[in-house]
């Protein structure tokens, strides 16, 4: 690691702070012992792979990179996925589910002159049967301890069904609410998201990923998918490298170093180049640069796409761009026949001298890796018997609960909140109301939705639930699309009929996801009349919002009595809304992504840059619009709680640190209501002067803190060069001397602060 001082000279890094930083101390003998023992299986794998590799033909290797897809009537193992596996010409298979299914194309596979077993892959992204919440509202927690849970639930849940390996976590970064996968990821900052990446390897995964209740994760997309030139789907991405290294690279990073298994190419070009061609992200950042031993996959056809891009000729150049950048594996799935540019052209291209078969050994030598890491050659088989005691269990329900209960974000409470358990009659009304498809989000993983649909509790219910003395109407007054107010009439009536009244709005779950940008990120069609309908009977009422992203809500932030956004709360969805409508549990949820006034405000995030004409109101020539605020409508890190928090006495170990060294910073968080509650204290930091000029402001560490109403607590950071330093336009990392900002406080905006001095 090498440390820059400022403007230039750069000072090598003794090898024993890098230690440090990774919290690695030279006298951890259980650490020695993991890695001495991670080291020894590593070798007798490469052994065993060696083997392998020895008696296998070209046309073999060529079938380890090769993903499959079911071809079959309804997603079966149809005859050509089966002749092929009995062949030994498919490595892996995507989205073939059902346990049945999976065995009996194994039992194919071992047929095969080399016995080597299918691994199977699949989008399993925020539960598999039990739903948790879509990603981004998983990120609202700041809870990692519950994500890493949530994701070992997926992974035991998944591989009782047979699939060992997840295309999660997604971890693009996101500035651009306009884009549908936002939904996906864990919002716009690179430390949270990073810590959150990191967190999703560790609950998939776990220590061995052999373990029959632990599946194989990858990270994706790499890279920088999240950053679409207007926020358009698959659209190009440029940005300039200390951008990129600053602010995308971080949470691939984070799960690379967490151990992630594999790493998915993404779809997008980068600065120029097909990311599915690019040997300086594959290569040089990856496996030169990260040191990445996993394997990795390219996305779903983005080998056949670097035609359609005019970056390859034709498919057997796409093949030779691919493999030559490092892409070891296809996703090239086209059922029913086998349409891979890979399997059609690798021969042909190795034996030509196109590409080296020292190339292709490597990729075949990352994939038997995976296999033997995962698992797969031991246990081939999935027990049948394990799904029932696997899936859905209550442990599993509660969970889905709990990371519900802890991410909804309370935007607005006017007193309206939390509705009194006494209420007497209470309308739920809205086309989300009572809607579990939506509610569960995008991304249910193929096969699954039906169950769970039938196992999930819409906000009706969940109101039902928390209140069963309480007369409960339902009116859903217009469906997502809401582009007829015929029942705009009903729901006021049962407005009017009720003493409170909760109102259910906002996106459809195909709003957003994979190829769902949208221009417009209001509440779709007249939703909204519908919300001024009930709010003119004069009635008490609150507004529960669900959707995938951000929205431009104006009219609601300025009127709406209680507004909660609850994004996709997934199964449990409907009872984790009504805890915390009812007050059986304090919201806690922080907004991990700026929710802009409009449009025109994107890309917007908390962490931009300065100017060198910063807004002023009395000077025109300054950096602002004519006809909406700069500020967001709310910024990223904002959530309101049924308590009051005040921070105080913000302290520092000292004031002035070396470039190598850290420092505690230390605040006081005081409970002043009655209520107990949880907020999520935020450090953010500030680099005053530098050669590259640094965020406005960028967080450097969080901490979720329960207290009793009246109590006080102390939350300690660290602060050291991994958030002290930046990467420059070279991709080169170093701390520069001289004075920061310090906040401690719960947003982004506001907060206690204080300055320190790198020395
Ligand atoms: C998506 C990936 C996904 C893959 C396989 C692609 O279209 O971009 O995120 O993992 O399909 O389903």
Redesign the pocket.
Known sequence: MSIRARRGAWILAPAATVLLILGVTAASRTVAHHIFAADSREQTINKKVDALLAKMTLAEKFGQLEMAGPDGANGTPGPLLLQNAKAGLVGSV??LVGVNNINQAQQAALQSRLHIPLIFSL?VIHGYQTIFPVPLMEASSWDLAAITRDEAVSASEATADGIKWT?NP?VDIARDPRWGRVVEGAGEDPYLGSAVAAAKVAGYQGSDYSRLDKMAATV??FAAYGAPVAGREYNTVDMSTQQLFNDYLPPYKAAVNAGVATV?SA?NSLNGVPASGDPYLLKQILRQMWDFKGAVVS??QAVQELVEFGFAANEQDAARLALTAGVDIE?GVQVPSINSTYTNFGPALVTSGKVSIAQVNADVRHVLRLKYLAGVFDHPFTDPTRVQHAELTPANLAAARTIADESSVLLRNENALPLPKSTGSIAVVGPLADNAADQLGSNVPIGQNAVAVAHTTTVLQGVKNAVPSATVTYAQGCDTACTSSAGFGAAVQAANAAQRTVVVVGEPASYSG?ASSRSDISLPGQQLALVQAIAATGKPYVVVLMNGRPLTIGWLADNAPGLLESWYPGTEGGNAVADVLFGSVNPSGKLPMTFPRNVGQIPISYNELPTGRPADPNNKYTSKYLDVPNTPQYPFGFGLSYTTFQFSNLRLSSSSVGTHGSLTVRADITNTGTTSGTDVAQLYIHDRVASVLQPVRKLAGFQRVSIAGGQTRTVTFTLGPSQLGYYDNNGHFGVEPGAFDVYVGDSSVGGLSGQLSVQ
């Open positions: 995507l989205d989008d295309f997604m994706k997309h998915m779809f996305d779903y996703m994979e």
